[in-house]
């Protein structure tokens, strides 16, 4: 595999991995960021429950195997390597889209370029600055080492 590719998949699985610890941390009642996600999340985790904690425990396995499945699969450590490839060039730039567009969405509420009553600032600011560049950039490091790796497969 190419170093870009390389250095590219890698990238991808650690940004995905630090998503992923986001949420498994929230499951286990840890709050630091939590208020950049919504007032909601702050609720829902305020009673403890067995579902909260399920549904964010769940969301971070999920987030991580997203993270580390097109690397594991690039290097022949899983099967299937053309599957999740595909599976990955529409998660990749997915993620693109869904980050840029709640970033973009955030930082025009923010700016006043959208007249609305931001009723969540702390949540607003969350996505413009954080969780939308986060995916966004995970996106885009999936997506180059996609294209870059797609390059030495054709050799």
């Given amino acids: 595999m190419p170093r870009g590719a390389a250095i590219a998949f890698w990238a991808a699985a650690i940004l995905g991995t630090l998503h992923a610890a986001s949420s498994i941390y ?9 208020e950049t996600v919504g007032q909601w999340a702050v609720e829902a985790t305020q009673n403890g429950s ?3 904690f399920a549904g964010l425990f769940m969301i971070g396995a999920l987030k991580l195997t997203a993270a580390w499945t097109p690397l594991l699969a690039q290097t022949g450590r899983i099967p299937g390597r053309r599957y999740w490839r595909l599976l990955s060039w529409i998660g990749g730039p997915a993620l693109i889209l869904y980050g ?7 930082i025009s509420v923010l700016a006043g370029w959208i007249d609305s009553e931001v009723t969540d600032r702390d949540a607003m600011i969350g996505h413009a600055l954080i969780w939308g560049p986060h995916f966004a950039l995970w996106g885009l490091a999936l997506t180059a080492a996609l294209a870059f790796s797609r390059l030495h497969l054709r050799r």
């Fill in 26 to 34: 929230w499951a286990f009642g840890g709050k630091w960021l939590l």
């Fill in 50 to 52: 067995f579902g909260t």
């Fill in 100 to 106: 840029g567009a709640n970033s973009a969405a955030g």
